[in-house]
């Protein structure tokens, strides 16, 4: 059975710093890798996508893919406040479109 | 329309009643999802259309549920006989061409149903 594992949290983070979140997934022949947001009793948006091995950058944001490990990560730097969400990893085989989602990891940043 | 829009926003049933969930998606998108999530949870898959044909319904959990989509926009997701276990928020997204090539995903703000 496919699966997405994250760590459900909460993870704390003093506001200014770095929050890690991870995630590792089970099937090999996964291709595409997504990290969602998703504020309490709200519904999950996109915040960075990964295809390829290595970093991705994307403003305070970096995604980080390691397929030998299946693992992969989401840096937020200098984070906020408003960065206190539950971040949901998914992934995707290149020719499937079911995407299989991690449970997700609560983030609260602490002014 | 904006955005993805759901309703009911909030549907509370009793247990072996009938109820149905409507998804409006962005205009132009062909792709439309549907998911489930309980609390704690991540979405989890219920069925893809891509136009007006399920292209996959693999996710429905049972022969109580059921989705249609007749005219490649809107679409309503029928639940029969409803049960406890089926209480969640219902979400649908919509993408303009299949989700993963884009990789992304316009979810609406969901369906919550409660089955008493």
């Known amino acids: 059975q496919k699966e997405v594992e994250q760590n459900s949290g909460p993870l704390s983070v003093p506001e200014g710093a770095i929050a890690s979140l991870n995630c590792t997934y089970s099937d090999r022949g996964s291709q595409s890798f997504f990290w969602y947001r998703q504020y309490s009793g709200k519904s999950p948006e996109l915040i960075m996508s990964?295809?390829s091995n290595g970093d991705k950058e994307d403003g305070r944001f970096t995604a980080q893919l390691n397929k030998a490990s299946q693992y992969v990560s989401l840096l937020i730097r200098d984070s906020q406040p408003s960065d206190s969400a539950t971040y949901l990893c998914a992934v995707a085989m290149d020719s499937n479109y079911q995407l299989i989602w991690g449970a997700g990891t609560k983030l609260i940043i602490k002014p | 329309g904006a955005g993805v829009s759901q309703t009911p926003s909030n549907k509370v049933t009793e247990k072996g009643k009938y109820v149905e969930l409507r998804c409006d998606p962005i205009?132009?998108?062909?792709?439309l999802y549907w998911y489930r999530q309980s609390l704690g949870q991540g979405p989890e898959f219920l069925i893809y259309f891509q136009g007006t044909g399920a292209a996959d319904d693999s996710g429905l959990p049972n022969d109580r549920f059921f989705a249609v989509r007749p005219e490649g926009s809107v679409s309503t997701l029928k639940i029969q006989r409803t049960e406890r276990g089926d209480s969640a928020v219902y979400l649908c997204?919509?993408?303009?061409?299949?989700?993963?090539?884009?990789?992304?995903?316009?979810f609406g703000e969901g369906s919550r149903l409660t089955v008493l």
């Open positions: 990964i295809y």
């Open positions: 997204a919509s993408s303009l061409i299949s989700g993963i090539t884009t990789g992304e995903l316009f």
């Open positions: 205009s132009g998108h062909t792709a």
